[in-house]
């Protein structure tokens, strides 16, 4: 219930194709995706201009040097043998970030990077996967319009080829697979998580009528309530609420397993894992609670990812809370430990620092910060699992 309001080197095999994104070692990653070899006609998309495009075909054997490879679709009849093909792309680029998109691009008319509510974004980066690069965002507000340049948009979830333009359908109206998301609100659809074995779309409800998680085929045609019933508690759920971030692991019916941040499960804004296995969807099982207190910040801003050495991490704001700090850890079975816990093994809570971890071996220290001349331990910022200090 509501209180307040890519860059790896990347091989892909695709049917009969394979694809093959060699990267320079700089962050600039260019890779190509949508490949087809049809005759000899060989088609492929940059998301972004890359300073050489090879393609390899007849097992290696041959090799057809393109030179500079340009942002979107490239079709060129190449005279190749029937068979899997090779695209090898390269980019030399200075170190740092640059913005690859731009509010004012249009693809056929549309302004395909506004969007008035845009509550999630993901990328498929698994390169055995059909939509390979594709672009998730969940817009969570129907029929609106954004500021210049205007665009008007409705809810669902949109989708984007890896160079900007629209993938499928979703270029005027977005796709919702049958959902019945909550309308009027800004909060459903929100956050997009694609599961790490299973390559389904998941999606994110923090709404009260709908909350919970739904989940799709990657072209977003068909979809369903991950949990037994819609909505959070005061709509009739029991194993769920209002559901901000997830972390999906495990295949539907085989070894399915899920970690939510839960906003309504008592005692509310916490930390819940579904040991689903081979149960049939909708979920009827309840979760196991990962961590004991109420974590003290905004749900609807939370997120949850699995990092290295398989921990989980929490981000979340809250504001500078004296004594009660919220750092947060897992250890290697999931279980979160708190620094004011009581007798929680591992954390060594100092004067002026925000709980170290003493004697977890693997685990490493945990969210220190200094604040000096204060006994109190204020963060700005919620920690979980953090290895070597690392943040969200």
Same mark, same amino acid.
């Given at each position: ?17 394979? @694809? ?33 495009? $090879?393609?390899?075909?007849?097992? &290696? ?20 043998? #029937? ?12 170190? /740092? ?16 990077? $506004? ?52 993938? @499928? ?22 956050? @997009? ?12 409800? +923090?709404?009260?009528?709908?909350? &919970?998680? +739904? ?31 997830? +972390? ?11 970690? *939510? ?10 930390? +819940? ?14 979760? *196991? ?14 997120? @949850? ?28 079975? &999931? ?7 009581? /007798? ?13 971890? #003493? ?34």
């Amino acid at each position: 219930m509501k209180r307040t309001m890519i860059k790896p080197t990347f091989p892909l095999l695709v049917g009969a194709l394979l @694809l093959w994104c060699a990267a320079p070692q700089t962050p600039a990653v260019p890779y190509a995706t949508c490949v087809t070899n049809q005759g000899g006609t060989v088609s492929f998309r940059l998301n972004e201009a890359a300073d050489n495009v $090879k393609i390899i075909s007849s097992n &290696g054997t041959v090799t057809n040097d393109l030179g500079a490879g340009v942002k979107g679709l490239t079709v060129i009849n190449l005279g190749l043998a #029937a068979g899997d093909i090779r695209v090898m792309v390269t980019r030399s680029a200075a170190a /740092g970030y640059t913005q690859s998109s731009d509010d004012a691009y249009q693809d056929n008319g549309v302004y395909v990077n $506004k969007y008035e509510h845009p509550r999630g974004v993901v990328v498929d980066r698994n390169p055995a996967s059909p939509a390979f690069g594709r672009i998730y965002i969940a817009n969570a507000r129907g029929n609106a319009a954004t500021e210049n340049p205007v665009r008007n948009v409705y809810q669902g979830i949109y989708m984007l080829n890896a160079d900007n333009t629209v993938a @499928l359908d979703t270029g005027e109206f977005p796709r919702t697979a049958g959902l019945m998301f909550t309308p009027g609100n800004t909060a459903s659809p929100t956050r @997009l998580v694609i599961g790490k074995d299973d390559g389904q779309l998941y999606l994110c409800d +923090w709404s009260d009528p709908s909350g &919970g998680l +739904w989940v799709t085929d990657p072209d977003v045609t068909t979809g369903m309530n991950v949990f037994d019933g819609i909505g959070d508690l005061i709509y009739g759920s029991y194993n769920h609420g209002s559901v901000p971030a997830a +972390w999906i692991e495990g295949r539907a019916g085989v070894d399915l397993k899920i970690y *939510t941040v839960d906003e309504d499960m008592a005692p509310g804004d916490n930390l +819940w894992r579904y040991d689903i296995g081979n149960t049939a969807l909708p979920f009827a099982g309840m979760p *196991t609670q990962l961590f004991g207190p109420q974590i003290q910040g905004f749900s609807g801003v939370m997120d @949850l990812v699995r990092g290295g050495g398989g921990k989980l991490f929490l981000s979340f704001a809250t504001t500078f809370c004296g004594n009660g700090t919220q750092c947060l850890r897992a250890d290697g079975n &999931g279980h979160f430990g708190h620094s004011l816990a009581a /007798g929680y093994p591992g954390f060594d809570r100092r004067p002026g620092q925000c709980g170290s971890l #003493a004697g977890n071996a693997g685990v490493g220290s945990l969210a220190r910060r200094k604040n000096p001349g204060a006994a109190a331990c204020g963060v700005a910022r919620g920690y979980a699992g953090a290895v070597d200090q690392r943040r969200l």
